[in-house]
């Protein structure tokens, strides 16, 4: 089956700290992968995405690699702000397979606190 | 990028009430639109996919007669929690992708008392 596993949070960073958010999953077939972000009082924002083996996603000084031999894609940033404070969800995505398009399956999330 | 606006963001009911919430694709035709529920510091749940012009698709364990799905045209999809209890007060969220993309909409918070 499909699921996603996430490292478990709250997670406290001071500001310029280095960001390292788990993520692991099992898939069949071919998925995509997502890291998305849910500041406080908005919605889930796309963040990065890479849609093949060995693909890196980049956003905003974020990155992730899809890595098929680890089944991973974890969550980096070399150093964050205050304003990086959020909870951030890893996401795998069957783009298009499925009888009614697309299909998701999201991790837990891990709240990230970064302090001044 | 793709702009999904739900409404209400928002909502206190009695229980035994009825809550409909919206979800529309502003920019772009939405075929296809996904509901989730979150629950407090758990990750979004699928309850069911919104099809354009047919029946919705629930994900087991969701109740159908609870959770009304109608998605009449390209641009909106409606959820209606019916009968709502208690226990029906979570964090529901809409979705779209266009283009491969998950789009969502801000989110509403229901509360049943």
């Known amino acids: 089956g499909n699921s996603v596993t996430q490292m478990e949070g709250p997670v406290t960073l001071s500001e310029e700290a280095f960001l390292t958010i788990n993520c692991t999953y099992t898939?069949?077939?071919?998925?995509?992968l997502f890291w998305y972000v849910q500041y406080p009082g908005e919605g889930l924002q796309l963040l990065l995405k890479a849609t093949k083996a060995d693909d890196k996603g980049s956003n905003k000084g974020f990155e992730a690699t899809y890595r098929k031999e680890t089944t991973s894609f974890h969550l980096e940033k070399g150093s964050v702000q205050v304003s990086d404070s959020a909870v951030y969800f890893c996401?795998?995505?069957?783009?298009?397979?499925?009888?009614?398009?697309?299909?998701?399956?999201f991790g837990t999330g891990t709240s990230l606190t970064v302090i001044p | 990028g793709a702009v999904v606006s739900q409404h209400p963001s928002w909502v206190i009911c009695k229980s035994g009430t009825s809550v409909k919430i919206e979800c529309r694709s502003l920019?772009?035709?939405?075929?296809?639109m996904f509901w989730y529920r979150q629950f407090p510091k758990q990750s979004l749940m699928l309850m069911a996919t919104s099809n354009e012009g047919s029946k919705a698709t629930y994900e087991q364990g969701v109740e159908k007669d609870k959770f009304l799905i109608n998605h009449a045209s390209l641009t909106l999809s409606t959820l209606t929690v019916t009968s709502a209890h208690p226990e029906d007060s979570s964090f529901y969220i809409c979705?779209?992708?266009?283009?491969?993309?998950?789009?969502f909409g801000s989110g509403t918070q229901l509360s049943v008392l």
């Open positions: 996401a795998l995505g069957h783009l298009g397979y499925s009888p009614t398009g697309n299909q998701f399956y």
């Open positions: 920019d772009f035709q939405a075929t296809t």
């Open positions: 979705s779209a992708d266009p283009e491969g993309k998950l789009f």
């Open positions: 898939a069949t077939g071919y998925p995509s």
